[in-house]
Nanobody, 127 residues
Framework: QVQLVESGGASVEAGGSLKPSCVAS????????MGWFRQAPGNEREAVAT???????GYPDSMQGRFTISLDNNKNTLYLQMTSLKPEDTAMYYC?????????????????????WGQGTQVTVSS
């Protein structure tokens, strides 16, 4: 059983930066396929950044350039550095993990590949 707890979401102005974190317990993060997803009201949950079992990141084309995922296995913590934030980045941000997934290079962008989710942390960007 994996428990994921996100924190670090906030309300910021456009152009600002945030670095939410996700602490995992119940299982080591080492070698685990993990990712950050987001969901805005009325929208599907979408991948923002993922990381494979060897620590290699992956970003959907629409997320390239402003988001950086990183993993500290010593702290069992996943991070998402977000810069140059825009109002359209406003969403609930979720951490996800699947210790059993044969993780593709850079991680999986498929929401249904992940069996463990955190409760989310809210990011609100004002113009």
């Amino acid at each position: 059983q994996v428990q994921l707890v996100e924190s670090g979401g906030a309300s910021v102005e456009a152009g600002g930066s945030l670095k939410p974190s996700c602490v995992a317990s119940g299982h080591t993060t080492s070698g685990v396929c993990m990712g950050w997803f987001r969901q805005a009201p009325g929208n599907e949950r979408e991948a923002v950044a993922t990381i494979d079992g060897k620590g290699r990141p992956g970003y959907p084309d629409s997320m390239q350039g402003r988001f950086t995922i990183s993993l500290d296995n010593n702290k069992n913590t996943l991070y998402l550095q977000m810069t140059s934030l825009k109002p359209e980045d406003t969403a609930m941000y979720y951490c996800a993990a699947n210790p059993l997934l044969l993780c593709p290079y850079g991680g999986s962008w498929v929401r249904d590949d992940y069996g463990y989710w955190g409760q989310g942390t809210q990011v609100t960007v004002s113009s």
